[in-house]
């Protein structure tokens, strides 16, 4: 029998500096859910990578005194590298500098533009260079980039844009009949309450204003802007041919069952994407989750705030798979987490050391004390309430990886952690329940003290 396919991607990360752990938990969460869909039986295809085009990058290399490439070589270098000390299983690493990518993002730009989805026009408001964005006056807060505060300034360049409005409609419907599509529930409505009821403004999809980004070929005064480059990565990376020469795995792959993102980047994939995907007349993906952040003691880690912690630290320290236990583990579905030194420290020392860690050093020095390390279900239980523990244990077991699937399926990774860690408390109770300490000075009980240990 063919396996099921599930192809899962993360957003992919920019370039402009080095990843902290807030940016670095969306590929653990990811790599989480991939291991746990192969497990499962399913063809897994699990794509990240980096986003390297754009104003900010050209900024930076500047200052660096490097090319934007050398820069970005540098810095998806360095994400890369800790994509792998964090031990995540990704299947490809794409980078929007590769060769194939920006060649099918300028055949994109070329066939929405034969096909009148795309048409030549003039760009004027506030904007702001980190954010990459143009703002009529009323978006802004106090005078301020809505999206990170910092300041604006006006601006006006000859651009191409996108007919967002042409689609609306369809996306509306779609999204009220694909309740699955948007998820936690709480995104969805801020995208149709703020964006698209509202209605859509069209979207500026090509920049004259600086040089780093692929050029628009059939007019290269014009670089494609950075949305329509980044977003197709995802069809790009696994062979997508708006020629109709698309791959193989394209055809297997695609549509994507879910993109996971953070909730800050949630307008991009669930209103432009699927715009974008609809002109090209491929299937929507099955989901789009947004994820909170990982904030850091007083809100949201920021390099310019000086709050920023690095997977690579905390990975010197407690260990790689205790940072992945953490970062897995506090995210809750919808609010917030929260990271610090002290938190880590405290959770490896109640969940690993005492919870997990005490029942597996009890379980192996009794079963190495008492039996030479090997045991076999001696199927002894003397009394109605050995019976009883036994059954209970029994339950507790069997009923864990159903509750782990109920939750995995719903993309709830912190919960179907705290249902294992369930069984691993009861686990301990069976210990302090049944006391083989206490058997083991009875040689009459030897039999039921290796049930137990077994």
């Known amino acids: 029998m063919d396996k099921q396919k599930y192809y899962i991607t993360t957003a992919i990360a920019y ?8 940016n670095t938990y969306e590929i653990v969460l990811a790599d989480a859910i991939a291991r746990y869909k192969r497990s499962q039986g399913y063809d897994v295809f699990f794509q990240t990578g980096t986003d390297e085009h754009g104003q900010k990058i050209e900024l930076k290399a500047e200052e660096a ?3 934007p490439k050398e ?7 360095q994400i890369q590298t800790i994509w ?3 031990n995540t ?3 490809k690493f794409i980078r929007t500098t590769d060769a194939d990518h920006e060649k099918q993002v300028q055949k994109i730009f070329k066939k929405l533009y034969d096909q009148g989805d795309i048409y030549k026009g003039y760009y004027e408001g506030m904007y702001c260079t980190p954010c990459e964005s143009f703002f009529t006056e009323s978006q802004l807060v106090d005078g301020k980039c809505p ?16 007919k967002m409005s042409k689609y609306a409609d369809r996306l509306i419907e779609h999204i009220n009949s694909h309740p699955e599509f948007i998820q936690p529930v709480s995104r969805k409505n801020e995208m149709m309450n703020n964006f698209l009821l509202p209605g859509l403004q069209d979207l500026c999809v090509s920049r004259t204003s600086f040089k780093w980004g692929i050029p628009v070929d059939f007019d290269p005064e014009h670089v494609v802007y950075v949305w329509l480059d980044a977003l197709t990565n995802y069809i790009t990376g696994i062979g997508y ?14 549509p994507a069952d879910l993109h996971l993102i953070g909730k800050d980047i949630i307008r991009f994939h669930t209103i432009y994407w699927p715009i974008f995907l609809m002109a090209l007349d491929l299937p929507l993906p099955k989901q789009i989750f947004g994820h909170p952040w990982l ?3 007083d809100g949201k880690m920021s390099k310019s705030k000086g709050n920023v912690l690095y997977a690579d630290e905390l990975v010197d320290f407690f260990g790689v798979d205790a940072v992945r236990y953490f970062v897995l583990h506090e995210m809750p579905f919808e609010n917030d987490g929260v990271i610090s030194w002290e938190l880590m420290v405290e959770r490896m020392n109640s969940d690993l050391a005492n919870t997990l860690g005490n029942l597996v050093n009890r379980t192996i020095s009794m079963t190495n004390k008492y039996f030479d390390g090997a045991v076999t279900d001696k199927k002894v239980a003397d009394d109605e309430d050995a019976k009883a523990v036994d059954a209970d244990l029994r339950a507790v077991t069997e009923n864990t990886p159903k509750a782990v699937e109920a939750k995995m399926d719903e993309l709830r990774v912190a919960d179907a952690i705290t249902e294992i860690f369930n069984l691993f408390k009861r686990c301990n109770k069976y210990i302090d329940e049944t006391m083989p300490w206490a058997l083991a000075k009875d040689e009459d009980k030897k039999d039921r003290l290796e049930t137990v240990l077994y």
Do not use: N
Request: include cysteine.
């Open 15 to 22: 370039t402009s500096g080095k990843p902290h752990i807030g």
């Open 65 to 67: 005194g490097v090319t």
């Open 71 to 77: 820069f970005v070589d540098g810095v998806a270098g």
């Open 84 to 86: 792998d000390l964090m």
């Open 89 to 91: 299983s990704y299947d």
């Open 147 to 162: 999206d990170c505060g910092r300041e604006v300034q006006p601006a006006k360049e000859e651009a191409y844009f996108f």
């Open 241 to 254: 041919d708006c020629d109709g020469e698309s791959t193989e795995q394209f055809k297997k792959d695609w």
């Open 295 to 297: 904030l850091q003691g």
